[in-house]
């Protein structure tokens, strides 16, 4: 999954810190999710879309073509 997290952060000039004392969770949270190392459950992504006040799939985009030959 990709995400424009951190292209929104520019935005709204926030640091990982600031975005995740505002929705609930830690710093490395926020950076594992910008670089892809971590999958937000659904939960978490509709927090991030309505912090930034956008549509959920504004932030997130399913990639299929990053998918392995085992996840399929």
């Given at each position: 999954?990709k995400?424009?997290?951190?292209?929104?952060?520019?935005?709204?000039?926030?640091?990982?810190?600031?975005?995740?004392?505002?929705i609930?969770?830690?710093?490395?949270?926020?950076?594992?999710?910008?670089?892809?190392k971590?999958?937000?459950?659904?939960?978490?992504?509709f927090?991030?879309?309505?912090?930034?006040?956008?549509?959920?799939?504004?932030?997130?985009?399913?990639?299929?073509?990053?998918?392995?030959?085992?996840?399929?």
């Amino acid at each position: 999954m990709k995400n424009k997290i951190k292209v929104f952060r520019a935005m709204y000039d926030l640091t990982q810190e600031d975005l995740a004392q505002a929705i609930g969770v830690t710093r490395q949270t926020i950076l594992a999710i910008e670089k892809g190392k971590y999958v937000p459950s659904l939960e978490l992504a509709f927090r991030i879309a309505r912090y930034f006040k956008v549509n959920i799939e504004e932030v997130f985009t399913y990639d299929a073509e990053a998918r392995t030959v085992d996840e399929r």
